[in-house]
Structures are given as structure tokens and as C-alpha cells.
């Protein structure tokens, strides 16, 4: 399990770094993980800050595809794959396997990522050529980048729990309990912020980090993932204080935030959940529900158009496209002002304040151009509003699976076929 060698390629003009899991004896004109290790100039760290942001989008659509699918948002339909249709939907006899891509692959790459970060922290560590300060940059960067990893393959598995601690590759720590696991998460993002406290940045990342390149910017966008890690944890008021401390605005603009970013040039990557609207063969369809269940008026409809013709397969189908992802360059979001929002709605309707988290939903609504919410100021009737607008604001970046499910409400996700399942949590790998 020791990597060898690391090999290049190109990402918006930054020279990105990437290396495989496995032993390599090849291509000794690449740099090594040993050269790395041994004093590595600030331009070799450079460089593996910007192959681990690269990294992150590598099996993104997998994951928005196995979450999106199982929580009801919409289907990829694929005549060469069956399997979005069929397993992740629990068709008659089917059932998710610990040896299929839709888990394997986008949980190997989050940790391929972890990887990367744990190679940035030893390297930074070793190096004499670059200042304390400058060391504490990369260390807030790679631990908070690492969490993010690890929160994603704990949504996939939830009770299956992750393994935290992979740090040496022969003597992997142990599978802990989703509840570890957010908890361990949690620790290494304020680890993070106390490195980026004391740290300053020398590395360049890509325009999905714009606003947010330099320490105090990657301060508050690891806050804004510590404000989701807690009210994972139901840990309400500590939700609001991470808000406080992160990008976090009821005036600023929804789409303000840290985006995964795509481009057209040489080694770079295009958007791989952009289908064009219309298209025929594979698809990514809105489940017919979206368009049902929203309310009059609602904005958001705009991100399921209609379809020419109604798209079917395996005895489902959807006359609305996902849309949410407009071109092959269209940035997808990994955490936006928005979600701050509706965290914040959902922490004070859990602490009782109702006055607050009610006007926090307005401001989400009228910027839908919905009319202010006129139902029941109660704890449950607030909720059951603020998980609507979580499910319209957030369609396919990856939340309503994982909300119903916090919420123990699963069992309310619809069911198309006869023999359809709703799956709680995927199994660990066979790997494991």
C-alpha cells in the first residue's frame, strides 16, 4: 500500500498531483512520494495542494448520483448501467452490494484525497525550506479538506461507520460508529482552524475557492462545514456558533460559497453531472415528485424543466431533466450561503426560537418569490418547512437523502415500483 510514484497534469493553469494507492516501481522521471518526504520545496507543496483539490472532483457524480437516487430527487438512467436503477432503488431482489462502483469508487477516491493530505501534512512537517507559519497554512488546509472527505463516505455508510485514522497505510486504524466518526470529523476541522489561526497561505487554489484563498477565508469556509458536522450531531447551539465564525449572511447573496470548478482545458475535467436538457439514451431525470410537491410560485421549479418527450426505463419514468447543473462548466457547489441559511432556520427552530428560525425561512422563500410562511409557529410544522426548503434550495448537491434520514422520516420518500426499497445507509466495501 505504499505509494511510489506521483503523476501530473494540468487543472485552470496549477500543476496538479495525484498518486496511486498502490505499490509502483515506474516511471522514474516523475517525482516520488520519497522525494517529498525527505525536504520538499514550497513549489512541490504547491503542487499537492492543488492535485488534492483536483482529486475531490474525480467520483463527484457518483456520489450526488447514490445519494440523489436513494433520496428520491431524481434517476440516472443508463442502458448500459442498470444498476442506478435497480440496486440503488432496491428493485424486486436487489440489494446494495459492498462491491459495486456506486460504493466503491466514490469512497476509494475520498480517501485516494485523504491520502493526498496526509502526504501534505508529513511533507510540510519535514520540510526546513518553508516558515512555522507557512506549515501551519498547509495543515489547516489538508485537515479541513480531509474532514470534508471523510463526512462524505460517513453519509454513504452512516451506521457502518469510516475508518479516521489511515494515516499509515499497513496498520489502518479502526472502523469507528457514525457518532465517532462525526465526532472525530469535527475534531480534525477545529484542528484545522487552529492551524489556519496560525498559519498563513502561500498556495494558490482555483476559482472555486475565490473569496476564500487565504486564511482567513479558509477559516470561514471550515467553519461553514463544522456548522454541518454539527447539526449532524443535533449539537444546535454550537451550529450557531460555527455560523457566526463562518461566511454565514441572511443579506448576502444565496450562491456565495466554496465550489468544486471545471474547465476545458488541457487535463482539466468538464462537470460530469451536466446532461444536456432533451437528451436521449443517458439521462439525469427529476423524480416526478419535484414538480408535484412544490408549491405555487416556486422559483426552483426551474431546476427540473420540462422535457420534449417523457424519458423511461425499467418501468419509471420523468417528463422533467435535472437542471440544476446548466453547462459542462457549471460549478457545483460544496458548501453556499444558502445552506448557512437554512442551518441557521434549523438551529433555531430547534432551540425554540421560532421568531428567528421563521425569519430565516422568509428570507430563503422570498428569494423564491414565495410569500412568507403563514402555517403553525410550532417546533414540528417549522420543521417540516425548513426540510421543504432544504429540499428546493439544496435539490442535487447532495442533502435530502441525508436529511430524511437524520429525521428519521425515510419511510415518507416515495416509492415507485412494487419491490422498491429505501436504503438507510450503504455497506462498507468489500475492502474493508
Known sequence: MKSIIINSLLLLSLSAVLFSCKKDFGNLNSPTVESFLGNAAQSDLNNLVSGTESGLRTSLAFYLDDVGTIGREGYHFSASEPRYVTDLLGADAATLSNSNFYINTPWANAYRVVKNCNLLIQAANNSTLITSDQKSGYYGFARTIKAYQLLLNLNLTDSNGIRLDVSDPDNLGPIVSYSEGLAGI????????????????????????????????????????????????????????????????????????????????????????????????????????????????????????????????????????????????????????????????????????????????????????????????????LIDEMLYERRYSLFFEGHRWIDMRRYNRLNELPLDRTGDDIWSEFPLPVSE
Open 186 to 381: 469535527l475534531a480534525l476541522l477545529d484542528s484545522a482552524k487552529a492551524d489556519l489561526s496560525a498559519g498563513s497561505v502561500v498556495f494558490s487554489l482555483s476559482s472555486g475557492f475565490n473569496g476564500f484563498n487565504d486564511a482567513a477565508g479558509l477559516i470561514k469556509f471550515n467553519r461553514a462545514l463544522a456548522a454541518r458536522v454539527d447539526a449532524y450531531l443535533a449539537n444546535w447551539p454550537d451550529v450557531l456558533t460555527a455560523l457566526s465564525e463562518s461566511f454565514f449572511s441572511l443579506t448576502a447573496d444565496f450562491n456565495l460559497g466554496v465550489n468544486h470548478v471545471f474547465g476545458t482545458g488541457t487535463g482539466d475535467q468538464l462537470n460530469p453531472m451536466f446532461f444536456p436538457q432533451n437528451q436521449t439514451g443517458e439521462v439525469r431525470v427529476a423524480h416526478p415528485s419535484y414538480a408535484t410537491d412544490i408549491q405555487p410560485g416556486d422559483d426552483r421549479i426551474s431546476k427540473a424543466t420540462l422535457r420534449q418527450a417523457t424519458a423511461s426505463l425499467s418501468g419509471l419514468s420523468s417528463n422533467r431533466d435535472v437542471w440544476v447543473y446548466t453547462s459542462s462548466t457549471a460549478p457545483v457547489p460544496i458548501i453556499r450561503n444558502e445552506e448557512l441559511i437554512l442551518l441557521y432556520a434549523e438551529a433555531n427552530i430547534q432551540n425554540s426560537n421560532f421568531p428567528e428560525g421563521e425569519k430565516a425561512l422568509n428570507i430563503i422563500r422570498n428569494g423564491h418569490h414565495l410569500p412568507n410562511y403563514s402555517g403553525p409557529v410550532t417546533k414540528d410544522a
